[in-house]
């Protein structure tokens, strides 16, 4: 008799079909393309900054954009391995890996002075405040 439920063995069986290579080896789902980046947010005086680790990326593998105080990063990479053997194939494999984040932005931000540079596996997007967002030194006012 049988401790384990059916419905708890259908995820066993997809796990080793996804973790299983046709040749013997074992393959990471990461290979897949199920993986979303991590992102880091950080607020200085002047902006925030986005820190999203990619490595193994290309600048040209991205695209950022922003639409009503939305901004958005997405990337979409499909590749292709084959090899032949008089003319027939005796391994073929492909990959496609995608994802896309999000960011409602503040009303501080402005939109219009975005930038982004990728080094070293991250993706830097520095998002700057607006003028009066920023914070003010302190000042003595005179007493008239």
């Known amino acids: ?38 992102v880091n947010v950080k607020e200085t005086d002047e902006d925030f900054i986005l820190e999203l680790a990619a490595p193994g990326f290309v600048k040209e ?34 990959n496609y890996s995608t994802f896309k984040r999000s960011f409602n932005l503040p009303d501080t931000v402005d939109g219009t002075r975005i930038e982004a540079s990728y080094e070293n596996g991250v993706l830097v997007t520095v998002l700057p405040k607006k003028e009066e967002a920023k914070v003010q030194p302190k000042r003595l006012i005179e007493i008239s």
């Open 1 to 38: 008799m049988s401790l384990i439920k059916k419905t708890d063995r259908l995820p066993f069986l997809f796990d080793d079909f996804f973790t299983n290579d046709w040749l013997g080896g074992t393959t990471s789902v990461s290979k897949i393309g199920f993986n979303t980046p991590a």
């Open 61 to 94: 593998d991205f695209n950022i954009e922003l639409d009503n105080d939305v901004l958005t990063i997405s990337s979409e990479i499909k590749s292709e391995k084959e090899t032949k053997e008089n003319g027939k194939y005796t391994r073929k494999e492909f």
